[in-house]
């Protein structure tokens, strides 16, 4: 009893490293994607390194739900395989120990990726995703005392050119302004006033400039011939363009609801509701994704038993195949029970028995020292490539003192 103790404790430290190590490794990864679209935000309303920082920390929670199962899976192989490599499987199964109780730091380790996971997935991605969107409201909002300067042309606005010649920010009161107007196809107007107020719209994306005594000169289609037109007070709408205003503009969506929210909207909704299927599949995906990280141990731990006689990187590849497997049936699931083809019972847990049954096969023939054939197979082609490589150079260059001593015996 106390030999597995401490050989729990030993696997539970050596699977540490490599999970923290993948995980930046991920994190990196993932990140790539967010930070082209927040570096779109930064040159169009022109943030700060404290913003870009929180916006970063705000995606974090959705990506650690998906990097926490690939984090422990590929811990748990590149601690067997290391291990397997080094004969310590050996060394514990010559002195009593069972693969069943090296299961046991495996699940203690699984389980704790599972709940962590499970946490992002139900309070983590909520709270970033609805913390991102607030940001980019406050982006939005703020980015007039940004963009908006005197005797600069402004662009901040979809289809709208801006000038100001003198602008008040306490009051926002504009003098000397020039607006030209593309968003007509076809046609464009051009309007001059000599001041001006802003206004903000409804929501964080909509502006309104109300100017007085003013000129509209619109070019009809073709460029023909214009029209010019005074008025005494004239409303323009703006639009904010470019990523925080998309994101400030949208509806809040299922992967912002809390699990009690998401149930309370199921209760009220019908099945004919076109979001009902989005909301349920969210539901179970809050759970079914965290649980890969017990499936994904389950096979990975005889994965890195039984792939060391083909080559550790063999190991490392189909460990990355059964993920990348994994995903796809998880992508395929989640576009079927979206869509009320297949219920998400069914489709978004199917990956999780599909890759946990494969493992249960696959440590029960460890368990037995019985040989994957596939595995085999892979060890041997390996080998026989390895020798094509490096042994044809070696043949060449002892080929010709071979011919050498053969003519001197002759003589």
Not at 161 to 189: H, L, P, T
Not at 210 to 222: I, K, M, W
Not at 242 to 263: Q, Y
Request: glycine residues 8%.
């Amino acid at each position: 009893m106390q030999i597995n103790t401490i050989v729990n404790r030993y696997i539970l430290r050596e699977l540490i490293p490599p999970f923290c190590m993948n995980l930046v490794f991920f994190m990196f990864v993932f990140l790539m994607r967010q930070i082209l679209d927040i570096t779109n935000m930064i040159v169009n309303y022109q943030v700060s390194l404290a913003v870009f920082a929180l916006m970063i920390i705000y995606s974090m929670p959705y990506f650690l739900v998906y990097i926490i199962p690939m984090s422990v899976m590929m811990s748990v192989l590149l601690t067997f395989l290391r291990m397997s490599a080094d004969n310590e499987i050996t060394a514990l199964k010559a002195g009593g120990v069972s693969l069943y109780s090296l299961m046991t730091p495996v699940m203690i380790f699984a389980i704790a990726g599972f709940l962590l996971s499970t946490f992002m997935a139900a309070y983590g991605m909520p709270w970033g995703r609805t913390a991102y969107e607030r940001l980019s409201v406050e982006v939005v909002r703020s980015n007039f005392n940004v963009g908006l300067k005197e005797r600069q042309f402004i662009d901040s606005f979809d289809g709208v050119m801006m000038y100001v010649n003198e602008i008040d920010m306490k009051s926002r009161q504009m003098r000397g302004v020039f607006i030209e107007d593309n968003r007509k196809r076809g046609a464009s107007s051009t309007v001059v006033a000599p001041r001006g107020n802003l206004f903000e719209g409804e929501d964080a994306n909509t502006f309104f400039i109300r100017l007085q005594n003013g000129v509209v000169s619109q070019v009809r289609p073709g460029g023909k011939s214009a029209d010019a037109i005074g008025f005494d007070t004239y409303d323009i709408r703006l639009d904010m363009k470019g990523g925080a205003a998309d994101v400030a503009s949208r509806s809040r969506d299922e992967k912002e609801m809390r699990i009690s929210e998401l149930r309370q909207y199921l209760e009220d909704a019908e099945k004919q509701d076109k979001k009902y299927y989005s909301v349920l599949t969210e539901m179970h995906r809050k759970f079914s994704i965290p649980f890969a990280c017990i499936a994904l141990s389950i096979l990975a731990m005889p994965l890195g038993i039984q792939t060391v006689s083909a080559r550790k990187s063999a190991g490392l590849g189909i460990g990355l195949f059964c993920f990348l497997l994994y995903y796809l049936l998880l992508s395929g699931g989640m576009v079927l029970a979206e869509t009320g083809r297949w219920h998400p019972v069914f489709v978004l847990w199917a990956p999780n028995v599909i890759m946990g049954a494969l493992g249960i096969y696959l440590f029960v023939k460890a368990s037995k020292d019985s040989p994957v054939a596939m595995f085999s197979g892979i060890g041997r082609g390996l080998d026989r490539l390895r020798r094509m490589l490096s042994v044809g150079p070696e043949d060449g260059r002892s080929g010709g003192p071979s011919r050498g001593s053969g003519g001197t015996s002759a003589s």
